[in-house]
């Protein structure tokens, strides 16, 4: 008898179950994100978005994106602008200078709304250099060359520039390193308690370095951190590159960055190549 009631009660449940009506989502289709600073959306490159409604968290969306909902009506909406950090496509992450889109939906199941999320740097996020001399159109730049030779001597073009002036960076089988680095930055946060981020467009044929340098508040004791080896793109590219631990490890008052372009050798002793170069521009540095 124990066994027959056990079994009557768990038929119930099943059927209690399998009787209820199964939920229709209401769909958001999040397009990618405008962007309104100097520049526009097309200085940037967000490809993520983290989705909350009512207050609970859908997920992170690579955008374009569909996000089902289980709700309806008219619903509070957020979604958080993403980077691919460092350019990994496995640490996309939350990029902290840009704001949240906030607003409302109107969710009804088994329709599509479409929202057009919008951005902006938050008004406490610092840039240490003006915008008009990091896209390199202004008459005075924040590079200055490093390697000695004047035959490797940056150059500021507009033949292939991603808009107005790019900085070039050129080498050849006589003259293989061009370095350059950037004008001295003081007072970045060193505890990792702020973050400092770097952003830069870059195209490039042959590999090249970034390193971050810190020097004591009067200029000695120079010590270096590797940071970055980018790839060759053959078309023009963003990147997002976090600084916050290499400034944390050098534990300095004032900062370059330094670029390294060489023209390597293969296994045989020979050049693969007998030219290349790296074009720089949109070169920003952000921290609180």
């Known amino acids: 008898m124990k066994r027959l009631t056990i079994f009557a009660l768990f038929s119930l449940f099943f059927?209690?179950?399998?009787?209820?009506?199964?939920?229709?989502?209401?769909?958001?289709?999040?397009?990618?994100?405008?962007?309104?600073?100097?520049?526009?959306?097309?200085?940037?490159?967000?490809?993520?978005?983290?989705?909350?409604?009512?207050?609970?968290?859908l997920g992170g969306y690579t955008l374009p994106a569909l996000v089902p909902v289980l709700d309806e009506g008219e619903g509070d909406i957020l979604v958080f602008p993403g980077v691919k950090e460092n350019g990994l496509l496995q640490t996309p992450g939350l990029y902290p200078f840009l704001a949240r889109h906030e607003g409302?939906?109107?969710?009804?199941?088994?329709?599509?709304?479409?929202?057009?999320?919008?951005?902006?740097?938050?008004?406490?996020?610092v840039f240490p250099w003006t915008v008009d001399r990091t896209t390199?159109?202004?008459?005075?730049?924040?590079l200055q060359d490093r390697d000695g030779d004047p035959a490797t001597t940056f150059e500021l073009v507009t033949n292939g520039a991603f808009d107005g002036r790019s900085v070039k960076l050129?080498?050849?089988?006589?003259?293989?390193?061009n370095e350059i680095v950037t004008e001295v930055v003081g007072n970045l946060p060193n505890t990792g308690d702020r973050p400092v981020?770097?952003?830069?467009?870059?195209?490039?044929?042959?590999?090249?370095?970034?390193?971050?340098?810190?020097?004591?508040?009067?200029?000695?004791?120079?010590?270096?951190?590797?940071?970055?080896?980018?790839?060759?793109?053959?078309?023009?590219?963003?990147?997002y590159i976090n600084l916050t631990e290499f400034l944390v490890a050098l534990q300095k008052s004032n900062h370059r960055l330094f670029f390294r372009v060489t023209?390597?050798?293969?296994?045989?002793?020979?050049?693969?190549?007998?030219?290349?170069e790296a074009l720089l521009d949109n070169m920003r540095l952000v921290h609180f």
């Open 263 to 276: 023209l390597q050798k293969n296994i045989n002793g020979q050049f693969d190549q007998l030219n290349g």
């Open 15 to 57: 059927s209690a179950c399998t009787d209820e009506e199964e939920r229709i989502p209401a769909y958001v289709r999040v397009e990618p994100f405008t962007v309104n600073a100097i520049g526009g959306t097309g200085w940037q490159k967000i490809t993520e978005g983290w989705v909350y409604v009512n207050d609970r968290f």
């Open 136 to 142: 390199f159109n202004s008459t005075t730049v924040v």
């Open 170 to 177: 050129a080498v050849d089988t006589a003259h293989i390193v």
């Open 197 to 239: 981020w770097l952003e830069l467009h870059y195209r490039n044929n042959l590999p090249f370095e970034l390193w971050l340098l810190g020097t004591d508040s009067n200029g000695s004791n120079e010590q270096a951190q590797p940071v970055y080896q980018f790839a060759t793109s053959e078309n023009w590219n963003k990147i």
């Open 104 to 125: 409302k939906v109107m969710l009804t199941p088994g329709q599509t709304t479409i929202l057009q999320p919008v951005t902006q740097y938050l008004p406490e996020a």
